[in-house]
């Protein structure tokens, strides 16, 4: 969605602002911006499209300005246009303002100003920013007047402000959207996502919900909600700078397919290291969580799906109850979670408005929550009582691959815990349990060395118009993680089902080579999945199974995977069901890392 960044300092401000863009690409945009300080006068360009347009735009352009604002925009409110851009001035062209969220009152702001005189050109939210600031700025200074402002706006917002007045300052502010403030010699670095300015520090101030800064030369200054000057400590982002670039890879999505051996290794660590299992910073006791008397999982689309692909860890092991929730369903219907509810919500990039929402019911509620995420400092982990990181590192393409499997793994070494504390698993269990785990990467890598065969696939289906992903038990949730993944990269539409549902109705679809692709790793259950597939090739689909198992030459491709725990398959099963989805979007010619319509981090409801 929307990127934010922003630089005041030594340096030249336009390089720093359309290389901070460019890293913000993945996250989904339309259209971008840049104002920066021309002979004292605020200066902006901007247009729909993408930042190449506006570095275009740019060439000509002998900017010496070292302070300056840029954004890229995600359409909420008004279509894709130059003029619906940021940034935003004010009437009078004395404030300058960009915008990530949403402001919800934002009609009867308008309102409010437009009885004042205050006119409007765009048809965004935003507008009513710039303006009401200058309406409280009549009788206050920028700072009080960008407070006031705030005060009066419902919904989400992390703005940066420019004031003709105030020639080398932003002030910044965020609400329920992310912003850090990265600092160095050279200056500060405003952005909304840490990777658009890791290249200049790793040195970041995370700002919480309605703190307010005023970045000026080389000074910070910290405000509360009450306008209170305060202090604040940075915090080392560990993130290596070459986890953002391909390196070599054609695609950052096959790049982080290609890291998983890495990210499982690395989010394992060290929780495995002596005889028991410990999680980094988590310690629960015996009591705690003999009073615990249900599990509720809670995130949006692959993180969601990760959560079903552990449900079986946690009520096998665990001997608790457990409900996996959509984030935007689970906020809005009086959820049954109570003081002995633990409440996990997983969020990769931890800002996803809906799984933050949803935890704050669950707080409000009196469960313990707990976030799961792989960005530090990520709001989620922020308004969770406890918190624990997946290692996937920097996640670049929209399509999530690496966070999927290291929150699966994450959730099972967190399942392995709870029972090895309630003393459902003994010793030996869980030395086989970490043998597994510790294999996992090398098995990883075995899949991974196989993908021609994937290829050839890809370039025998890639033209369908439907697919079906079928699975039973622990496979089902792994096959509808292969058909988000399909339909999100490559535009081809596709349906997860229950493999045994099929015939209750959707089998009315098949037809000579629809493809199927099936999941067949689960022992028990193996025998009557293939009986499904058996009643799909009849119908003429064409058919692809991964599995762990011998199964029948009747299909028309077999991919074999490694047995590994059956807790644990689900992180090997979904591998050639990323490979796939990649593949046959590459044959089509789309661009894999930034599917259309699709934002990386989706910070609005
Ligand atoms: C799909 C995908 C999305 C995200 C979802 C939640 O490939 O990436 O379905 O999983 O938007 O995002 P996070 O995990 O950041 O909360």
Known sequence: ???????????????????GLSKLEYRGYDSAGI????????????????????????????????IGIAHTRWATHGKPSKVNSHPHLDNTGKFCVVHNGIIENYADIKK??????????????????????NYYYAQNNFLQAVYLACKDLKGSYAIEVLCQDYPDHIIVVRKDS????????????????????????KNFYLLEDNEIVEVYGNKLNFFNKNLEPISKKTEII?????????????????????????????????????????????????????????????ACGTA?????????????????????????????????????????????????????????????????????????????????????????????????????????????ILAFYIAQVLGYIDNKLIKSLKEDLFELPNKIETILENTEEIINISKDIYSAKDAFFLGRGIDYPVAMEGSLK???????????????????????????????????????????????????????????????????????????IPKTNQYLTPILSVIPLQLLAYYISKEKGLDVDKPRNLAKSVTVE
């Open 304 to 412: 969601m799906h990760a959560g079903l692909s552990a449900k079986a860890t946690f009520e096998n092991l665990c001997r608790i109850p457990v409900e996996v929730d959509v984030a935007s369903e689970f906020r809005y219907k009086n959820p049954l979670v109570n003081k002995n509810t633990l409440a996990i919500f997983i969020s990769q990039s931890g800002e996803t408005a809906d799984t933050i929402g949803a935890l704050k019911i669950a707080k409000e509620k009196g469960a313990t929550t707990l976030a799961i995420s792989n960005v530090i400092g990520s709001s989620i982990t922020r308004e969770a009582d406890l918190f624990i990181y997946t290692h996937a590192g920097p996640e670049i393409a929209v399509a999530s691959t690496k966070a999927y499997t290291a929150q699966v793994t994450l959730l099972n």
């Open 1 to 19: 969605m929307c990127g934010i960044v922003g630089y005041v300092g030594n340096k030249k401000a336009i390089p720093i602002l359309l290389e």
């Open 112 to 133: 409010f100003l437009m009885d004042n005189e205050y006119k409007f050109i765009s048809d965004t939210d935003t507008e009513v920013i710039p303006n009401l600031i």
């Open 486 to 560: 399909l339909k999100e990269i490559s535009y081809i539409h596709s349906e997860a089902y229950a493999a045994g549902e099929l015939k209750h109705g959707p089998i009315a679809l098949i037809n000579d080579d629809f493809p199927v692709i099936a999941i067949v790793t689960d022992e028990v259950l193996a025998s009557k999945t293939v009986s499904n597939i058996q009643e799909v090739i009849s119908r003429g689909a064409k058919t692809i199974v991964i599995t762990t198992e011998n199964v029948s030459k009747a299909f028309n491709y077999i991919i074999k």
């Open 178 to 201: 992310p912003l850090v403030i990265g600092t160095s010699n050279d200056g500060n670095y405003i952005a909304s996502d840490i990777p658009a300015v890791l290249s200049h520090t």
């Open 35 to 66: 104002a920066t300080f021309e002979n004292n006068k605020i200066s902006i360009t901007k247009d729909k499209g993408r930042v190449k347009h506006l570095q275009e735009l740019l060439e000509n352009h002998s900017s010496s300005s070292n």
């Open 238 to 298: 560990s993130w290596d700078e070459s986890a953002i670039e391909k390196n070599g890879f054609d695609d950052f999505m096959l790049k982080e397919i290609f890291e998983q051996p890495k990210t499982i290794r690395d989010t394992i660590g060290f929780k495995l290291d002596k005889d028991k299992i410990t999680l980094d910073n988590i310690e629960f006791s015996k009591e705690f969580l003999s009073n615990i008397s249900k599990i509720v999982i809670v």
